[in-house]
Protein backbone atom coordinates (compact mmCIF):
# COMPACT_ATOMS: atom_id res chain seq x y z
CA UNK A 1 0.00 0.00 0.00
CA UNK A 2 1.24 3.71 -1.10
CA UNK A 3 1.56 5.83 1.93
CA UNK A 4 2.28 9.70 2.23
CA UNK A 5 1.67 11.52 -1.68
CA UNK A 6 -0.76 8.09 -2.87
CA UNK A 7 -2.84 8.15 0.00
CA UNK A 8 -3.58 11.76 0.71
CA UNK A 9 -4.21 12.84 -3.02
CA UNK A 10 -7.32 10.27 -3.09
CA UNK A 11 -9.03 12.54 0.05
CA UNK A 12 -10.73 15.63 -0.20
CA UNK A 13 -9.62 18.70 -0.44
CA UNK A 14 -10.49 19.48 3.37
CA UNK A 15 -8.38 16.62 4.92
CA UNK A 16 -5.03 17.66 3.74
CA UNK A 17 -5.54 21.15 3.75
CA UNK A 18 -6.51 21.93 7.25
CA UNK A 19 -4.79 24.90 8.49
CA UNK A 20 -4.65 28.17 7.10
CA UNK A 21 -1.32 29.98 5.94
CA UNK A 22 -0.32 32.70 8.20
CA UNK A 23 0.67 35.77 6.61
CA UNK A 24 4.17 37.30 5.95
CA UNK A 25 4.74 39.23 9.34
CA UNK A 26 3.41 35.92 10.82
CA UNK A 27 6.55 33.76 8.99
CA UNK A 28 4.83 30.66 7.54
CA UNK A 29 8.37 28.40 7.42
CA UNK A 30 7.34 28.13 11.01
CA UNK A 31 4.04 27.20 10.10
CA UNK A 32 4.83 24.46 7.73
CA UNK A 33 6.99 23.08 10.53
CA UNK A 34 4.06 23.18 12.77
CA UNK A 35 2.19 21.18 9.75
CA UNK A 36 4.54 18.35 10.04
CA UNK A 37 3.92 18.46 13.54
CA UNK A 38 6.81 19.17 15.15
CA UNK A 39 4.69 20.78 18.00
CA UNK A 40 5.88 20.31 21.81
CA UNK A 41 3.76 21.22 24.80
CA UNK A 42 5.64 23.75 27.23
CA UNK A 43 7.42 21.23 29.59
CA UNK A 44 9.72 22.12 32.87
CA UNK A 45 12.22 24.02 31.51
CA UNK A 46 9.58 26.51 30.05
CA UNK A 47 10.42 25.84 26.13
CA UNK A 48 7.77 27.22 23.85
CA UNK A 49 6.84 25.25 20.35
CA UNK A 50 8.46 28.33 18.91
CA UNK A 51 11.85 27.90 20.01
CA UNK A 52 12.02 24.03 18.90
CA UNK A 53 10.99 25.00 15.63
CA UNK A 54 13.46 27.91 15.21
CA UNK A 55 16.37 25.57 15.57
CA UNK A 56 15.03 23.86 12.98
CA UNK A 57 15.38 26.22 11.14
CA UNK A 58 18.00 28.40 11.80
CA UNK A 59 19.67 24.52 11.16
CA UNK A 60 18.80 24.20 7.80
CA UNK A 61 19.21 27.63 6.54
CA UNK A 62 22.98 27.96 8.05
CA UNK A 63 23.02 24.42 6.90
CA UNK A 64 24.55 23.18 10.32
CA UNK A 65 23.34 21.19 13.21
CA UNK A 66 20.89 21.36 15.72
CA UNK A 67 23.31 20.99 18.40
CA UNK A 68 25.57 23.41 17.15
CA UNK A 69 22.93 25.98 16.48
CA UNK A 70 21.50 25.41 20.35
CA UNK A 71 24.79 25.75 21.64
CA UNK A 72 25.27 29.08 19.56
CA UNK A 73 21.74 30.29 21.07
CA UNK A 74 22.72 29.42 24.73
CA UNK A 75 26.27 30.92 24.72
CA UNK A 76 24.66 34.02 24.32
CA UNK A 77 22.52 33.38 27.12
CA UNK A 78 19.63 32.74 25.31
CA UNK A 79 17.43 29.88 27.22
CA UNK A 80 16.28 27.10 24.21
CA UNK A 81 15.99 23.47 24.04
CA UNK A 82 18.58 20.69 23.42
CA UNK A 83 19.02 19.17 20.20
CA UNK A 84 17.79 15.96 21.72
CA UNK A 85 14.91 17.52 22.60
CA UNK A 86 14.30 18.75 19.49
CA UNK A 87 14.88 15.59 17.95
CA UNK A 88 13.14 13.02 20.89
CA UNK A 89 9.99 15.50 19.54
CA UNK A 90 10.95 14.28 15.69
CA UNK A 91 10.92 10.90 16.22
CA UNK A 92 7.79 10.08 17.66
CA UNK A 93 6.69 9.67 14.32
CA UNK A 94 7.15 6.96 11.40
CA UNK A 95 8.16 7.19 8.08
CA UNK A 96 5.01 6.88 6.85
CA UNK A 97 3.26 9.59 8.85
CA UNK A 98 6.13 12.14 8.10
CA UNK A 99 5.78 11.50 4.53
CA UNK A 100 2.13 12.05 4.49
CA UNK A 101 2.64 15.36 6.53
CA UNK A 102 4.98 16.30 4.46
CA UNK A 103 3.46 15.92 1.01
CA UNK A 104 0.58 17.37 2.41
CA UNK A 105 2.38 20.62 2.78
CA UNK A 106 4.01 20.15 -0.72
CA UNK A 107 0.48 19.42 -2.11
CA UNK A 108 -1.34 22.57 -0.51
CA UNK A 109 1.77 25.00 -2.01
CA UNK A 110 1.18 22.86 -4.92
CA UNK A 111 -2.47 23.18 -5.64
CA UNK A 112 -2.38 27.64 -5.15
CA UNK A 113 0.82 28.08 -6.88
CA UNK A 114 0.07 25.69 -10.24
CA UNK A 115 -2.84 25.92 -12.96
CA UNK A 116 -4.79 23.01 -12.76
CA UNK A 117 -4.85 21.79 -16.64
CA UNK A 118 -1.68 23.60 -17.81
CA UNK A 119 0.59 20.42 -20.04
CA UNK A 120 3.02 19.82 -17.90
CA UNK A 121 6.60 18.21 -18.23
CA UNK A 122 7.29 16.20 -15.25
CA UNK A 123 10.10 14.80 -13.69
CA UNK A 124 10.80 11.60 -11.54
CA UNK A 125 14.27 11.98 -9.53
CA UNK A 126 16.45 9.36 -6.96
CA UNK A 127 18.96 11.81 -5.29
CA UNK A 128 21.17 10.81 -2.25
CA UNK A 129 22.12 11.99 0.74
CA UNK A 130 25.64 10.37 1.65
CA UNK A 131 25.51 8.04 4.60
CA UNK A 132 28.83 6.88 7.11
CA UNK A 133 27.18 5.05 9.54
CA UNK A 134 25.57 0.98 9.63
CA UNK A 135 23.22 0.13 7.38
CA UNK A 136 19.48 -0.01 7.51
CA UNK A 137 16.33 -0.39 6.18
CA UNK A 138 16.56 3.07 4.25
CA UNK A 139 20.15 3.01 3.83
CA UNK A 140 21.08 1.63 -0.01
CA UNK A 141 23.93 1.72 -1.80
CA UNK A 142 25.17 3.77 -4.16
CA UNK A 143 28.14 4.33 -6.23
CA UNK A 144 31.54 4.67 -4.47
CA UNK A 145 32.38 8.38 -2.77
CA UNK A 146 33.62 10.32 -0.68
CA UNK A 147 34.50 7.90 1.60
CA UNK A 148 30.99 5.55 1.70
CA UNK A 149 28.74 3.83 -0.77
CA UNK A 150 25.92 4.39 1.39
CA UNK A 151 23.22 6.66 0.90
CA UNK A 152 19.63 7.35 2.24
CA UNK A 153 17.52 7.46 -1.38
CA UNK A 154 15.18 9.76 -1.96
CA UNK A 155 12.51 9.76 -4.69
CA UNK A 156 11.33 13.11 -6.09
CA UNK A 157 8.55 13.88 -8.11
CA UNK A 158 8.42 17.67 -9.66
CA UNK A 159 6.66 19.73 -12.07
CA UNK A 160 9.44 21.40 -14.44
CA UNK A 161 8.77 24.81 -15.15
CA UNK A 162 10.25 28.12 -16.46
CA UNK A 163 10.89 29.26 -13.08
CA UNK A 164 12.34 26.12 -11.56
CA UNK A 165 11.72 22.42 -10.14
CA UNK A 166 8.40 22.33 -8.22
CA UNK A 167 8.42 19.34 -6.23
CA UNK A 168 5.09 17.58 -6.02
CA UNK A 169 6.17 14.37 -4.00
CA UNK A 170 9.19 13.41 -1.55
CA UNK A 171 9.43 9.44 -0.64
CA UNK A 172 12.09 8.15 1.42
CA UNK A 173 12.96 4.64 -0.54
CA UNK A 174 13.67 1.33 1.26
CA UNK A 175 17.14 -0.56 0.43
CA UNK A 176 14.88 -3.55 -1.13
CA UNK A 177 11.67 -1.42 -2.15
CA UNK A 178 10.55 -2.56 -6.41
CA UNK A 179 10.95 1.18 -7.83
CA UNK A 180 9.10 -0.01 -10.96
CA UNK A 181 5.84 -0.92 -8.83
CA UNK A 182 6.23 2.81 -7.16
CA UNK A 183 6.74 4.43 -9.44
CA UNK A 184 3.62 3.35 -11.64
CA UNK A 185 1.70 3.75 -8.49
CA UNK A 186 2.78 7.54 -8.26
CA UNK A 187 2.18 8.13 -11.74
CA UNK A 188 -1.54 6.62 -11.35
CA UNK A 189 -2.53 9.10 -8.57
CA UNK A 190 0.04 11.83 -10.33
CA UNK A 191 -2.46 12.22 -13.33
CA UNK A 192 -4.82 12.90 -11.18
CA UNK A 193 -3.13 15.93 -10.31
CA UNK A 194 -1.73 17.09 -13.24
CA UNK A 195 -1.97 17.10 -16.93
CA UNK A 196 1.06 14.95 -18.36
CA UNK A 197 2.83 16.23 -21.31
CA UNK A 198 6.22 14.31 -20.93
CA UNK A 199 7.56 12.20 -17.89
CA UNK A 200 11.34 12.32 -17.37
CA UNK A 201 13.48 10.20 -16.18
CA UNK A 202 16.75 9.53 -15.15
CA UNK A 203 18.74 5.97 -15.84
CA UNK A 204 18.04 4.91 -12.50
CA UNK A 205 14.84 4.19 -13.92
CA UNK A 206 15.88 2.20 -16.90
CA UNK A 207 14.56 -0.91 -15.68
CA UNK A 208 11.98 -3.70 -17.46
CA UNK A 209 9.79 -3.07 -14.36
CA UNK A 210 9.66 0.38 -15.06
CA UNK A 211 9.07 0.95 -18.36
CA UNK A 212 6.28 -1.70 -18.12
CA UNK A 213 4.51 0.37 -15.92
CA UNK A 214 4.74 3.63 -17.52
CA UNK A 215 3.57 1.59 -21.09
CA UNK A 216 0.60 0.34 -19.32
CA UNK A 217 -0.35 3.98 -17.81
CA UNK A 218 -0.48 5.43 -21.07
CA UNK A 219 1.93 9.02 -20.19
CA UNK A 220 4.32 9.67 -22.78
CA UNK A 221 7.78 9.15 -21.26
CA UNK A 222 11.77 9.48 -21.94
CA UNK A 223 14.15 7.98 -19.79
CA UNK A 224 17.67 7.96 -20.31
CA UNK A 225 19.48 4.68 -21.19
CA UNK A 226 23.07 3.38 -20.50
CA UNK A 227 25.19 3.39 -23.46
CA UNK A 228 25.68 0.07 -24.06
CA UNK A 229 27.93 -1.11 -27.26
CA UNK A 230 25.01 -3.41 -28.21
CA UNK A 231 23.35 -0.66 -28.85
CA UNK A 232 25.43 0.33 -31.76
CA UNK A 233 24.23 -2.80 -34.12
CA UNK A 234 20.58 -0.98 -34.17
CA UNK A 235 21.65 2.14 -35.91
CA UNK A 236 24.21 0.96 -38.27
CA UNK A 237 26.78 3.59 -38.73
CA UNK A 238 23.67 5.95 -38.06
CA UNK A 239 24.99 8.82 -36.11
CA UNK A 240 21.49 10.72 -34.58
CA UNK A 241 18.57 8.29 -34.97
CA UNK A 242 15.35 5.83 -33.52
CA UNK A 243 14.83 2.59 -34.54
CA UNK A 244 12.00 0.41 -32.68
CA UNK A 245 13.68 -1.71 -29.59
CA UNK A 246 12.89 -4.04 -26.88
CA UNK A 247 13.66 -3.87 -23.47
CA UNK A 248 14.66 -7.42 -21.59
CA UNK A 249 13.75 -9.09 -25.29
CA UNK A 250 9.76 -8.37 -23.98
CA UNK A 251 8.71 -4.50 -23.66
CA UNK A 252 8.95 -2.57 -27.59
CA UNK A 253 9.76 1.19 -27.26
CA UNK A 254 11.90 3.66 -29.33
CA UNK A 255 15.40 3.56 -29.26
CA UNK A 256 16.66 7.02 -29.63
CA UNK A 257 20.70 7.71 -30.87
CA UNK A 258 21.22 11.59 -30.21
CA UNK A 259 24.79 12.78 -31.09
CA UNK A 260 26.41 16.27 -30.72
CA UNK A 261 29.54 18.03 -29.62
CA UNK A 262 29.05 16.71 -26.31
CA UNK A 263 29.41 12.91 -27.52
CA UNK A 264 26.62 10.39 -27.52
CA UNK A 265 23.61 10.12 -25.44
CA UNK A 266 20.91 7.17 -25.59
CA UNK A 267 17.29 7.76 -24.40
CA UNK A 268 14.01 5.10 -24.59
CA UNK A 269 10.45 6.72 -25.29
CA UNK A 270 7.06 5.32 -26.12
CA UNK A 271 6.42 8.17 -28.23
CA UNK A 272 6.92 7.73 -31.79
CA UNK A 273 9.17 9.79 -33.26
CA UNK A 274 7.62 12.23 -36.33
CA UNK A 275 11.05 11.38 -38.22
CA UNK A 276 13.45 8.87 -37.18
CA UNK A 277 16.33 10.50 -38.02
CA UNK A 278 15.02 13.65 -35.92
CA UNK A 279 16.29 12.96 -32.28
CA UNK A 280 16.47 16.95 -31.63
CA UNK A 281 12.95 17.00 -29.91
CA UNK A 282 13.60 14.07 -27.47
CA UNK A 283 17.57 15.08 -26.35
CA UNK A 284 15.76 19.20 -26.03
CA UNK A 285 12.98 17.57 -23.50
CA UNK A 286 15.13 15.57 -21.62
CA UNK A 287 17.99 18.50 -21.12
CA UNK A 288 15.12 20.46 -19.34
CA UNK A 289 15.91 18.72 -16.64
CA UNK A 290 18.59 20.54 -16.08
CA UNK A 291 17.17 22.76 -13.76
CA UNK A 292 16.29 19.41 -11.45
CA UNK A 293 20.24 19.58 -10.59
CA UNK A 294 20.33 22.96 -9.81
CA UNK A 295 16.97 22.37 -7.76
CA UNK A 296 18.83 19.38 -5.84
CA UNK A 297 22.07 21.81 -4.46
CA UNK A 298 19.38 24.38 -3.46
CA UNK A 299 17.62 21.81 -1.52
CA UNK A 300 20.79 20.73 0.11
CA UNK A 301 22.22 23.75 0.29
CA UNK A 302 18.84 24.70 3.22
CA UNK A 303 19.21 21.24 4.68
CA UNK A 304 20.29 20.91 8.35
CA UNK A 305 23.54 18.71 8.71
CA UNK A 306 23.17 15.09 11.05
CA UNK A 307 25.01 12.03 11.50
CA UNK A 308 21.75 10.29 12.57
CA UNK A 309 21.08 6.79 11.60
CA UNK A 310 17.37 7.53 12.43
CA UNK A 311 15.65 7.45 8.77
CA UNK A 312 12.49 9.58 10.16
CA UNK A 313 15.51 12.55 11.01
CA UNK A 314 17.06 12.29 7.40
CA UNK A 315 13.61 12.59 6.04
CA UNK A 316 12.28 15.26 8.23
CA UNK A 317 15.29 17.29 7.46
CA UNK A 318 15.44 16.96 3.65
CA UNK A 319 11.30 17.37 3.37
CA UNK A 320 11.80 20.47 5.48
CA UNK A 321 14.51 21.45 2.87
CA UNK A 322 12.22 20.64 -0.55
CA UNK A 323 9.22 22.71 1.60
CA UNK A 324 11.35 25.71 2.05
CA UNK A 325 12.62 25.39 -1.67
CA UNK A 326 9.03 25.21 -2.84
CA UNK A 327 7.96 28.17 -1.24
CA UNK A 328 11.19 29.92 -2.82
CA UNK A 329 9.99 28.89 -6.48
CA UNK A 330 6.28 29.95 -5.81
CA UNK A 331 7.14 32.59 -5.13
CA UNK A 332 8.90 33.31 -9.18
CA UNK A 333 5.24 32.48 -10.03
CA UNK A 334 3.95 35.73 -11.80
CA UNK A 335 0.41 34.57 -12.08
CA UNK A 336 -0.36 33.99 -8.88
CA UNK A 337 -2.52 37.12 -6.87
CA UNK A 338 -1.24 39.05 -4.52
CA UNK A 339 -3.79 37.19 -2.23
CA UNK A 340 -2.65 33.55 -3.10
CA UNK A 341 0.77 34.74 -2.11
CA UNK A 342 -0.64 35.82 1.23
CA UNK A 343 -2.04 32.54 1.51
CA UNK A 344 1.26 30.53 1.79
CA UNK A 345 3.05 34.00 3.21
CA UNK A 346 4.99 34.60 0.13
CA UNK A 347 7.33 37.29 -0.26
CA UNK A 348 6.53 39.80 -3.42
CA UNK A 349 9.43 37.94 -5.44
CA UNK A 350 11.98 35.15 -5.57
CA UNK A 351 15.01 38.03 -5.21
CA UNK A 352 13.13 38.61 -1.79
CA UNK A 353 13.27 35.22 -0.75
CA UNK A 354 16.57 35.48 1.82
CA UNK A 355 15.68 38.68 3.41
CA UNK A 356 11.87 37.02 3.70
CA UNK A 357 14.35 33.82 5.71
CA UNK A 358 16.60 36.63 7.91
CA UNK A 359 13.17 38.24 8.83
CA UNK A 360 12.16 34.93 9.80
CA UNK A 361 15.10 34.18 12.16
CA UNK A 362 15.40 37.36 13.63
CA UNK A 363 12.02 37.95 14.60
CA UNK A 364 12.69 34.35 16.22
CA UNK A 365 15.51 35.79 18.22
CA UNK A 366 13.80 38.97 19.73
CA UNK A 367 11.12 36.38 20.80
CA UNK A 368 13.33 34.10 22.62
CA UNK A 369 15.21 37.15 24.05
CA UNK A 370 12.13 38.74 25.26
Same mark, same amino acid.
Given at each position: ?????AAQ????????CP?N???FDDIS???????L? %??V??? &?R *???????????L???? %?????E?????????G?DV??A &????? $???K????????L?N????K???I?? @?? *??P????? &?????? #??????? #????T??R??????FKFL??SV????????L?V????????I??LT???V???????N???? @???K?????????G????G?SF???A??Y??F?????GK?????R #?R?????P??? @??H??????????SN??P??A?DT?? #???R???RW??E???RM???????????????? %???????? @??? $????????K?L???????? *????TG?????? %?L?T?I?G??????
Open positions: MLTGFTAAPQEEYVYINPIRALEEG %LKKEG &D *GYPDFHHLLLVFASV %LRSSLSVSKSFRDVLPS &DAVLK $NITKTVNVLERIRVLLIFSAW @IR *GIAVVSM &DLTDIL #YYGKSGD #YVSNKPEGTHKATVVSTVGKFVFKLVKQDEDGKRRIQRLKKLVIKWL @ILDGFYTKSVIYLKKEVIIAPKKSDRYFEKSSCV #YVAKRFVWL @IRVDSKGVVYYVRKVDGSG #YHRYKRRIVAFIKAFMALTTSSNPVVR %LFFFGFSV @ILY $NLFIASNFWKPEEKAKL *GLPTRNFTQW %LKMTIIKIAL
